[in-house]
């Protein structure tokens, strides 16, 4: 294949929009692979959250090294090494869920390896995307997410029903290999002298690593002014909110149709990939939305990303509190589609942030903020089949709309804080040199 006549950033943004396509189908595929074997198996509700959760504790473990090891050895080495661990481990071990301890480890494995993946994204584009296009091709990039998750839904039932949970898992495993292959093939790093001027705007190939010692620029990561940084922190309270919302649908979604509305998913037509198409379609068109804003001076940086933002978080908060008044398959996803693509709409606000703050360090407020992210689902996913668990003491079964009320209501009032928590602390403005 010759891609000589393709800007090599376009190549780049590309296979990181692979990279997360993959990534999200693996994360799909558990939860409706898992939910099958363990109902089956005939798992409560608390022990399925605890397990469905356990992939983000590793997670979280490994956000700020995949920064730090992204800055220090190269985005895109980190980012192959990531695939290939998480491919070989859904390869490897089998889906058993009376086999716990075994599970739980390749959960947190899974959960390590992919936790290198956003922080060495966020490097790679940081060298190699300018800012003037910045915002569509970082949303070009993490809309793959919710292809991935669309697709997940799409297929990955229809395949549980024809060849078994376990087949998912080898699936998952094949995708992430062919990845790897095209990666190896075609990623390369940006050459120093392409952009002579990169460095005064923030990209380009004067942010990759090197090994000379003198080089202080590298040497030094501002640990102490990140964490103390209140528009950074403003970017980990967004995130953990978009992530508490996303994995809780993502986890229990299946579970809703299941046993909240009766409704069998493998019984369901491709409507079920509507939520995350949703997603993917609203996540380019907010970057698009956000660079056209920009580029047009019609809203400076800072102001595009808050209004963005805003918008985003307060009607998904509105949709996700009013989604278990919905007692229709056809109900739900309309309520979830909505939540889910003005959360995608949001990420061209608190995202793509990232770099407009830090782009020598990308990676590392990444990573920071991904923790958050992930704590999130830690939190979420297992609180939630908690909040399950003492519902059915009070209405005997999850049929019952009070059941899921607090399910959907916490991150819906989430997204009210953190949007007004963004609107009061973030900048556009480049605060890392």
């Known amino acids: 294949m ?50 469905l959760s356990t992939f983000f504790v590793g997670y979280a473990c490994s956000q700020v090294p995949g920064g730090w090891a992204a800055q220090k050895i190269g985005g895109r080495k980190v980012l192959l090494l990531s ?37 060495s994204i966020h490097t790679v584009l940081a060298q190699w995307v300018p800012p003037h296009e910045r915002s569509r091709l970082v949303s070009i990039t993490t809309s793959g997410m919710y292809l991935g998750a669309a697709l997940g839904m799409w ?94 649908l993502m986890n229990w979604l299946p579970t809703y149709f299941e046993l909240g509305l009766q409704i069998s998913l493998q019984g369901m037509d491709s409507s079920k990939m509507v939520p995350y198409l949703n997603m993917f379609v609203f996540s380019i068109v907010g970057g698009f939305i956000a660079d056209y804003l920009i580029t047009k001076r019609i809203l400076s940086v800072t102001r595009t990303r808050k209004f963005l933002n805003t918008v985003g978080f307060l009607v998904a908060s509105a949709a996700l509190m009013a989604l278990p008044q919905f007692r229709t398959s056809n109900g739900v996803i309309l309520c979830s589609s909505v939540a889910l693509g003005f959360l995608a709409l949001g990420r061209a606000g608190f995202a793509v942030n990232h770099m407009d703050i830090a782009p020598r360090y990308a990676g590392i407020v990444m990573g920071v903020s991904n923790t958050a992210g992930t704590l999130a689902g830690i939190i979420g996913v297992d609180l939630t089949g908690k909040l399950l668990e003492a ?41 890392f040199d």
């Open 83 to 119: 695939f290939v661990l998480w491919s070989s481990t859904c390869f490897l071990v089998p889906l058993d869920p009376n086999r716990v301890g075994l599970l739980v480890f390749a959960r947190l494995l899974v959960g390590v390896a992919q936790g290198f993946i956003f922080p």
């Open 155 to 248: 297929l990955l039932p229809a395949l549980v029903e024809l060849r078994g949970p376990e087949s998912v898992f080898l699936a998952e495993a094949l995708a992430g290999g062919i990845w790897s292959l095209l990666w190896i093939r075609y990623a390369t790093d940006p050459p120093r002298s392409e952009h002579p001027k990169a460095a005064a705007a923030g990209f380009g190939g004067a942010l990759l690593p090197t090994n000379n010692v003198n080089h202080h620029k590298v040497t030094h990561i501002p640990w102490k002014k990140i964490m103390l940084s209140l528009p950074v922190w403003a970017i980990v309270v967004n995130n953990f909110t978009f992530h508490y919302a996303l994995y809780v």
């Open 2 to 51: 010759k891609l000589s006549n393709i800007p090599q950033r376009y190549v780049i943004v590309f296979l990181t929009f692979l990279s997360t396509s993959v990534c999200y189908i693996e994360r799909v595929g558990f939860s409706i692979a898992y939910t099958v074997a363990a109902d089956a198996a005939g798992i409560n509700q608390s022990s399925k959250g605890t397990i």
């Open 391 to 431: 519902s059915k003491l009070v209405y005997s079964d999850l049929s019952h709309p009070e059941s899921w009320r607090a399910v959907f209501f916490i991150p819906g009032l989430l997204c009210i804080f953190s949007s007004v928590v963004f609107l009061l602390f973030s900048t556009g403005e480049r605060i």
